[in-house]
């Protein structure tokens, strides 16, 4: 596995966000001043604000370097859904 997949899996324990959160992250959702990540629209359609340890500052630092517009790497723009069977 790539070692910037490691740091995606480390930023999803550190914050707890949700899969479709990490990767549509973007960097203006990013506060680096405040230590915060704020997510527009979360799964029940309000505004949540995450906070950032150092840790997890220091990973989207790394990715920033790695990336361009988009704050994690991902091929596409959106997720791919978990298909269940029910």
Same mark, same amino acid.
């Given at each position: 596995?790539?070692?910037?997949?490691?740091?995606?899996?480390?930023?999803?324990? !550190?914050?707890?966000?949700?899969?479709?959160?990490?990767?549509?992250?973007?960097?203006?959702?990013? +506060?680096? !001043?405040?230590?915060?990540?704020?997510?527009?629209?979360?799964? +029940?359609?309000?505004?949540?604000?995450?906070?950032?340890?150092?840790?997890?500052?220091?990973? !989207?630092?790394?990715?920033?370097?790695?990336?361009?517009?988009?704050?994690?790497?991902?091929?596409?723009?959106?997720?791919?859904?978990?298909?269940?069977?029910?």
């Amino acid at each position: 596995m790539d070692p910037d997949k490691f740091l995606l899996v480390e930023l999803d324990i !550190l914050t707890g966000l949700r899969r479709s959160e990490l990767f549509c992250l973007r960097w203006d959702y990013v +506060n680096f !001043l405040q230590k915060s990540v704020c997510i527009p629209r979360s799964k +029940n359609g309000e505004r949540r604000h995450v906070p950032l340890g150092d840790s997890g500052l220091e990973i !989207l630092q790394h990715l920033r370097k790695q990336t361009g517009g988009l704050g994690v790497p991902s091929r596409r723009e959106r997720p791919t859904l978990m298909r269940t069977t029910g």
